[in-house]
DNA sequence: TGATGCATGTTGACGCCGTGAACATCTGGT
DNA sequence: ACCAGATGTTCACGGCGTCAACATGCATCA
């Protein structure tokens, strides 16, 4: 990650038509991100190509050096993004659902696991790009075999899971799963939704009608919440 | 995929050192695939790059077009490889267990997973490749809209699939799954391996010890199953 | 046996990509 | 008013996938 170039440079700010014959750009680096983000939504993460962000906005291709360090780190700047998309998805599911007690915790994780999968069917291209290898973040071995801890905001990547921690250790509270069950129990969790999303972005399940498609993530919500919750 | 050249030149087999002055390789196809290989196998699909197999093969980089279509299908022969690998490690996993019987078939299931799990591990490359959008095979959408339906062998991409329906088919005769939940089922164990070693390979499982990735594995399994055989 | 046609390989070129170096322009602080 | 540093530009490099034109040699048939 880079020093830092995000402190809106005071004079233009988002207001006034940028790059309008102006020389400084005035927020190029989120122009940039705009761009790459409308890139990775309509192609993945393999269609956030620097320099078509840069045509995008207008701008020369090295210019995006001046706020990225790399390809990778714009990538990543995106991936962020898709990080955290995610995770309003997954919110507004679990919210959906109020009150407490076994049946409430339960229709949580329900719900959830639909915001989850829902991103994933919504936004393929960034959701996608939200679990790209390529881009920084994540974890990363340095040439020399250091293990280097992200760039990046880790929060929005760690966030996710911590909500569906939350939502396990409530189930237990509540006695839905068993607490000898609990340990581990998000793997298994992330594991289907994950999977499952893969099945509908690359696998069989792409040609899906709607109504099939709510059919399919009913009952794999149910069978990994049944493998939880059954003693 | 192209009309085909695969039919081992009769004169040169893969005998005598090809690439050794000879202008013409006699076997190129199959080289250019190998050396593809072992590409993916070190890096993964975005490693499968045309050029530098053919490098490896000693030959020019457009000499790949007189076996290829284009880079997409070398990474598709690639693929197929994987698939087929990954098959073979879902095969051994099940054979282990013989005889019949409802813990015979649950064995059977979780030896399947086993399979699918160790060899996403032991081969991430190259499972990753068996994965990747980017390869012809699997389904595909021309410039016009219309569906194609795959080139390369559609055998092995379809071939895992079937052995876990088997299997399951085989659970529900033997009364481990209710019938009433078995349709679907294969999308629910899918789902949870496929993510499972998604976890291991990008996510958070990738740095556990040999043991620790025992236990996990065998826990997801057994959450998968037992959703499965809630009724 | 020798000529020949086609499969197979080579060279060269094009336009894309990520990226570095050198140069240009603007802007905020003294 | 000036200057330093931030920001943007042009030019260049090597690597990529791919195409067109050309070279080579094996297999077949007269």
Redesign the pocket.
């Known amino acids: 990650m880079q020093a830092n ?1 995000n402190t809106e ?4 700010a988002a207001g006034g038509r940028p790059g309008k014959g ?5 927020d ?1 680096r989120n122009a940039l991100i705009r761009a790459a983000i409308e890139l990775a939504a309509e192609g993945g993460p393999d269609a ?5 962000a ?1 045509r995008k906005v ?10 990225f360090d ?3 780190d714009l990538l990543g700047a995106v991936k962020d993004h898709g990080q955290q998309r995610l995770v309003e998805c997954m919110e507004a599911g679990g919210r959906e659902v109020r009150g407490s007690g076994p049946e409430a915790t339960r229709q949580r994780m329900l719900g959830l696991g639909r915001g989850y999968i829902g991103f994933a069917r919504q936004e393929p291209g960034l959701y996608r790009t939200a679990f790209c290898r390529k881009a920084l973040g994540g974890f990363g071995v340095t040439e020399e075999g250091a293990v280097t801890e992200a760039g990046h905001q880790p929060g929005w990547e760690a966030r996710s899971f911590e909500m569906l921690t939350e939502t396990l250790d409530e189930a237990v509270t509540v006695g839905l799963i068993p607490p000898e069950r609990r340990p581990g129990a998000e793997l298994s969790a992330w594991a289907m939704v994950h999977g499952t999303a893969m099945l509908f972005l690359d696998g069989p399940l792409d040609v899906l009608s709607e109504e099939e498609a709510g059919y399919v993530i009913e009952r794999v919500l149910r069978d990994v919440i049944a493998g939880l919750t059954t003693p």
């Open positions: 170039a440079a005071t004079g233009a102006r020389y400084h750009h005035g190029l956030v190509v620097l320099r078509a840069a207008g701008v020369s291709a090295t210019a995006a050096y001046r706020h790399s390809h990778s």
